[in-house]
C-alpha cells in the first residue's frame, strides 16, 4: 500500500511541479490553512524564497499575501 502524502509533502510537490505557491493556492488546491508553517520547515532543508503580492479584492480594496518559490538556482540533485 502506498504511503499517504502529508501535507508538507503535497506543498513540496507543487513547489517541484510548479515553481511557486501562494496561500490562495494552498487553501483551494489542497485545504491548507497553515502554509506558511510548512514553508519554515519545508526552509531547513531547501532554499524557499518569498515575495508579498498586492492585489484588489473584490471590494476594490488592495490585500496583500505571499508568494512562495524555490530559489533561482535551486538544484533537485
Known sequence: MAKKLTMIDRIW???LE???ITTWEA???YG???LSEYIR???KDYEIQDVWLHK???YE???RF???YLAPDWDEH
Open 27 to 29: 487553501f483551494t488546491e
Open 56 to 58: 484588489r479584492n473584490r
Open 66 to 68: 505571499k508568494k512562495y
Open 41 to 43: 520547515q519545508l526552509r
Open 61 to 63: 480594496e488592495t490585500v
Open 13 to 15: 510537490r507543487h513547489l
Open 18 to 20: 510548479y515553481g511557486s
Open 32 to 34: 491548507c490553512t497553515r
